[in-house]
């Protein structure tokens, strides 16, 4: 008879979601993990900090191994310089990818040759709107979907961080279009048009399989909008004749992101140090 630690180093036979054994699948139901990055003088940064709003492919990596295995097909509607497939390709899965801005594509390329000595094809990288999505893929063709939107327009916003960035020559929106979501004036335009986008995801999705959107909720003018709310809320709808389910709310913890006296010394305006992980 195999031991219990035995028993807990196998993958057990009737999991067909991922490739992890029991005491891993129990750490990863945490409702909050910390961000990990490569750190700053890391060589392989160069290509994230060149975008405005990066995210670390470590903890894409992270949540691709949890709800996909070996093999499965993984989609970010939303690449930017291409973190998703970077995390695919370090998990051996089959990674693709839409992004609008031509730059960005480009980085892409560039990264994924120096840095995982990968040639990507344009079928895997699409440089085109997610509204078209349903152009690109057949209905049930991912098993995992995996991307963190345009924050509205909140790059637009003038801080001290946009200012260095500013300053570094570096880009501080994602591109200039006007089929860019982070572009829209109208908080609730904006909405309309993100929800339909992920419902077209909903389509290209495998059947019981899952969507995570990490999202962060945002300080405007003296209001704190609670984005990933008003999301959860348009994509679980039960009036909805086609709806997502809510599995989970998970935070991931920025704990190493700097402190600004956002405020001082007139009112409280907080540093928002945590994204969720929208897991639908």
């Excluded at 490739?19 to 750490?27: A, C, F, S, V």
């Excluded at 020559?169 to 591109?175: H, K, Q």
């Excluded at 982070?182 to 995801?201: A, M, Q, R, S, V």
């Excluded at 959860?232 to 600004?260: C, H, M, P, V």
């Amino acid at each position: 008879m195999p031991t219990i630690e035995e028993k807990k180093s196998k993958v057990n036979s009737k999991n067909k979601l991922n490739d992890l054994t029991g005491k891993e699948w129990i750490q990863e139901t945490k409702s909050f993990f910390f961000q990990k990055g490569l750190g700053n003088n890391h060589p392989e940064t160069k290509y994230e900090k060149l975008h405005p709003a990066p995210f670390s492919y470590l903890d894409v990596a992270r949540l691709i191994k949890f709800f996909t295995k070996k093999g499965d097909r993984v989609l970010d509607p939303f690449l930017g310089v291409g973190s998703t497939i970077k995390a695919c390709l370090d998990t051996d899965r089959e990674g693709y990818g839409i992004e609008l801005s031509e730059k960005w594509c480009e980085i892409t390329k560039k990264r994924l040759k120096e840095e995982s000595n990968f040639i990507i094809d344009e079928q895997h990288l699409i440089c085109g709107d997610s509204r078209e999505i349903k152009k690109y893929f057949p209905n049930n063709y991912f098993d995992f979907i995996i991307t963190s939107p345009p924050y509205w327009n909140i790059l637009k916003k003038i801080d001290r961080k946009t200012k260095e960035r500013v300053e570094n020559g570096l880009d501080v929106v994602y591109s200039k279009s006007d089929k860019d979501l982070g572009n829209i004036e109208d908080y609730h335009t904006f909405l309309k048009e993100l929800t339909k986008i992920f419902f077209k995801c909903y389509d290209v999705l495998k059947n019981e399989k899952y969507m995570c959107i990490i999202v962060s909720d945002f300080n405007h003018k003296s209001e704190l909008i609670p984005f990933h709310a008003h999301l959860i809320e348009k994509l679980t709808n039960k009036r909805r004749k086609k709806r997502f389910l809510l599995k989970g709310i998970k935070i991931l913890l920025q704990n190493a992101k700097r402190l600004f006296p956002y405020g001082y010394p007139y009112s409280y305006v907080e540093n928002i140090h945590h994204q969720y992980i929208i897991i639908l």
